[in-house]
């Protein structure tokens, strides 16, 4: 008995696009579905934005001093930000996980578009687990005292501008998923997402570091990302000066360029990585 042939993709642009999309939705339901089959992902979920907004703001930021003396509203930015560096390490344990139980498989035996799985999986990350999560931290920060003082135009822009690079971090850990290929090599990586979030303004100023380590943190995506939150929502922390390092002098505008610069080189190489493992 042989295998039905695929059918062939459309001739036109604009019919290859709306076939990458439909199938891409797809693959966003299915993440609603594991969300509905498996609520223990859901209750934790629930529960991890609580326990890091007390974790860093009752426990931590009663030793600690930052410009505006209310360290909650100074904290808040900086876990928005590692929740949206999150997606990287992630999507990275997913697709590993899809990769080495052969879901990868039984996508590419279908009639799908080749990039609408690896697109779908981004999407998904960005519009469930990534819009879910920062909805439940801003419940979790509201009930702390945490408010964005600059208006719902500058609020609404710094979550899109949340989403948005999350939605590029999310092609990064899906490449590094293929790449990997195997949940437990992914896994032994989880950890790694603590120090890169750590090593940055989110939880405390920079300016107690030494100057070779207050560098690294200056120039690290999350720091810029921290500082556009802070800036757009009107909390204390943000930079000011004659003397900043680029990313943190215009942070919004850094937050698009590292965007567009992730977009720009891990798309193609994630639609290919997903292509050559059938090879």
């Given at each position: 008995m042989?295998?039905?042939p ?12 709306r076939?990458t ?14 969300l ?60 590993a ?12 035996s279908m009639p ?31 009930l702390?005292?945490w408010?964005?003082?600059?208006g ?5 822009e710094?979550?899109a ?10 092609w990064v ?7 990997v290929?195997d949940e ?18 989110s ?5 107690g ?23 757009l ?9 004659d003397d900043?390092?680029l ?7 850094a937050?698009?360029v590292?965007s ?5 080189v891990f798309?193609p ?5 997903y ?5």
């Amino acid at each position: 008995m042989t295998a039905a042939p695929m059918p062939a993709p459309p001739a036109s642009l604009a019919g290859r696009l709306r076939w990458t999309a439909a199938d891409a939705s797809v693959l966003v339901g299915r993440e609603l579905s594991k969300l509905r089959q498996e609520p223990g992902q859901l209750l934790t979920a629930l529960i991890f934005p609580g326990i890091m907004v007390l974790l860093f703001g009752y426990v931590f930021g009663s030793a600690i001093q930052v410009p505006g003396g209310d360290y909650r509203e100074y904290l808040m930015p900086g876990l928005f930000s590692m929740i949206t560096f999150s997606a990287v390490l992630a999507l990275m344990l997913q697709v590993a996980t899809d990769a080495s139980h052969g879901v990868m498989d039984r996508f590419r035996s279908m009639p799908m578009a080749r990039s609408a799985v690896p697109l779908g999986q981004v999407g998904a990350d960005t519009l469930v687990s990534g819009l879910l999560a920062l909805l439940i931290m801003v419940g979790a920060g509201l009930l702390v005292g945490w408010r964005p003082h600059n208006g719902p135009v500058a609020t609404a822009e710094a979550f899109a501008l949340l989403l948005l690079i999350r939605f590029a971090l999310s092609w990064v850990g899906c490449y590094l998923g293929l790449l990997v290929g195997d949940e437990r090599t992914a896994d032994n990586f989880v950890p790694l997402s603590l120090p890169v979030s750590m090593l940055s303004n989110s939880f405390v100023p920079t300016d107690g570091m030494p100057a070779w380590l207050r560098v690294v943190a200056e120039w690290n995506p999350v720091s810029a990302m921290t500082a556009a939150s802070r800036d757009l929502f009107g909390n204390p922390g943000a930079p000011t000066g004659d003397d900043l390092p680029l990313p943190l002098a215009h942070p919004v505008a850094a937050v698009l360029v590292w965007s567009a610069v992730l977009l720009a080189v891990f798309v193609p190489l994630t639609i290919r990585a997903y292509q050559r493992r059938g090879r």
